[in-house]
């Protein structure tokens, strides 16, 4: 299993058994179905997949936001051309997924056309930049785009 989990959830020892300390979660494990382990002290270790309820929900507005923000501009007429490519190494970009591949004309031989470059961040650099946006948020923001299309 994959993903994202809450390290305050206190059923995650009941998601996976081997994670069930007597009180919490138990020391030194690994569980094989979860991105989780502890170290000696019951804690999660750093490379576990974990965030708090704080962050979680930081996380959830900002997503919320960002659905509303792409709704909102797709709505204005918003719809160019703008596939993503990783930063790193990967060279990972949208179109390697894409079902139009085979008819679409992006390019990048061709001018005006570019990847937007996506820089790989930290966990922590991406909660930090997550938690500014989420501060700066303009609540005007859907009302203009809606004047926008009006
Ligand atoms: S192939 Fe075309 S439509 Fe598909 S992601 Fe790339 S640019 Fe977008």
Avoid: W
């Amino acid at each position: 299993m994959d993903g994202l989990l809450n390290e305050d959830d206190p059923i995650l020892p009941a998601m996976d058994d081997s994670l069930a300390g007597e009180q919490g979660l138990a020391a030194n494990v690994s569980s094989s179905i979860m991105p989780i382990a502890t170290n000696k002290d019951g804690g999660l270790k750093k490379i576990s997949k974990a965030v708090t309820t704080g962050d979680f929900e930081d996380l959830m507005t900002f997503t919320e936001e960002k659905l509303k923000t792409i709704r909102d501009e797709i709505m204005a007429g918003h719809v160019e051309v703008n596939p993503y490519r990783k930063m790193d190494s990967s060279g990972e970009n949208a179109c390697m997924y894409c079902a139009y591949r085979g008819i679409c004309r992006f390019d990048t031989r061709l001018p005006g056309n570019a990847y937007r470059m996506i820089e790989k961040l930290s966990d922590d650099d991406v909660l930090r930049k997550v938690r500014e946006e989420n501060e700066s948020s303009d609540d005007d923001a859907p009302r203009k785009v809606r004047e926008e299309i009006e």
